[in-house]
């Protein structure tokens, strides 16, 4: 049984930092692209980043290019998020999703999906 696991968020100021993880079990994690999406408040969700199985190929979407970066630890089965320069704007639920060996550019084929990690932002 293949199960994604987000952790870290939380609330934060604008202009800080926080780090998400998601643990993947049940999966041959570094065959696997890892990518993060979110959902804000009246939103639909949006994808975030990826990366692939060995973080030589990352892709963003625009809005956080420069302030989020995708990476993860294949011997830990976990990948991470790191978001700096946080705006109120970024106030979503935050979740992780696998797909096995997909382009991380590839937005909309992902077939397994954590349960999300509220973060909010405070201005």
């Known amino acids: 049984q293949v199960q994604l696991v987000e952790s870290g968020g939380g609330l934060v100021q604008a202009g800080g930092s926080l780090r998400l993880s998601c643990a993947a079990s049940g999966l041959t994690f570094k065959t696997y692209t890892m990518g993060w999406f979110r959902q804000g408040p009246g939103k639909d969700r949006e994808f975030v980043g990826a990366?692939?199985?060995?973080?030589?190929?990352?892709y963003y979407a625009d809005s956080v290019k420069g302030r989020f970066t995708v990476s993860r630890d294949n011997a830990k089965n976990t990948a991470f998020l790191q978001m700096n320069s946080l705006k109120p704007e970024d106030t979503a639920v935050y979740y992780c999703?696998?797909?096995?060996?997909?382009?991380?550019?590839?937005?909309?084929?992902?077939?397994?999906w954590g349960q999300g990690t509220q973060v909010t932002v405070s201005s």
């Open positions: 999703a696998a797909e096995y060996d997909l382009d991380p550019s590839r937005e909309h084929e992902y077939t397994t």
């Open positions: 990366s692939s199985w060995n973080c030589r190929n990352t």
